[in-house]
């Protein structure tokens, strides 16, 4: 199975930058990992127009057969291990590519919402999209650390 993480926006804060560089490197060991970082739009007032059109943008980046999860402050929540158990199942399922979305700073369109197999919230408590980003990098590597038996996840 194959990772993809979509995100709108750069990472700017280089030490948030360096964190989610340091996870996907490690994740790299287990599974084939791509990142698809979807420019910012400038919508101005008009929220509706920023949410379409990055919405556009975003469903760009996903093809038919794809596994989306969409990170979401109104998704289930999991735990670390119940992560992981998430990620064998779809390996498990035949999933081929599984995509990670994080949307932009206004949300996300009806459309992403409704192509979206699951969601997910990181936390009930409000993160900045870059933490958003190291935290669920950071949470891919503990599951995949746990599945393959390794003591990562206990520190």
Same mark, same amino acid.
């Given at each position: 199975?194959?990772?993809?993480?979509?995100?709108?926006?750069?990472?700017?804060?280089? =030490?948030?930058?360096?964190?989610?560089?340091?996870?996907?490197?490690?994740?790299?060991?287990?599974?084939?990992? *791509?990142?698809?970082?979807?420019?910012?739009?400038?919508?101005?007032?008009?929220? !509706?127009?920023?949410?379409?059109?990055?919405?556009?943008?975003?469903?760009?980046?996903?093809?038919?057969?794809?596994?989306?999860?969409?990170?979401?402050? !109104?998704?289930?929540?999991?735990?670390?291990?119940?992560?992981?158990?998430?990620?064998?199942?779809? &390996?498990?399922?035949?999933?081929? $590519?599984?995509?990670?979305?994080?949307?932009?700073?206004?949300?996300?369109?009806?459309?992403? $919402?409704?192509?979206? =197999?699951?969601?997910?919230?990181?936390?009930?408590?409000?993160?900045?999209? *870059?933490?958003? $980003?190291?935290?669920?990098?950071? &949470?891919?590597?503990?599951?995949?650390?746990?599945?393959?038996?390794?003591?990562?996840?206990?520190?």
């Amino acid at each position: 199975m194959r990772l993809h993480f979509v995100w709108i926006g750069k990472t700017k804060d280089r =030490n948030c930058r360096g964190l989610i560089d340091e996870y996907l490197e490690r994740i790299k060991r287990f599974v084939r990992v *791509e990142v698809s970082q979807l420019k910012e739009q400038s919508g101005g007032a008009d929220e !509706k127009r920023l949410i379409a059109a990055e919405g556009a943008k975003i469903l760009e980046t996903i093809a038919a057969d794809d596994y989306v999860v969409l990170l979401d402050e !109104k998704g289930g929540e999991l735990s670390s291990p119940e992560f992981s158990d998430f990620l064998n199942a779809r &390996q498990q399922a035949g999933t081929k $590519r599984l995509v990670l979305v994080i949307g932009g700073f206004a949300g996300v369109s009806a459309e992403v $919402r409704r192509r979206a =197999n699951t969601r997910l919230a990181l936390s009930r408590m409000t993160l900045t999209h *870059e933490m958003a $980003r190291v935290v669920l990098t950071e &949470q891919v590597y503990r599951a995949l650390t746990l599945s393959a038996g390794l003591p990562y996840h206990k520190f």
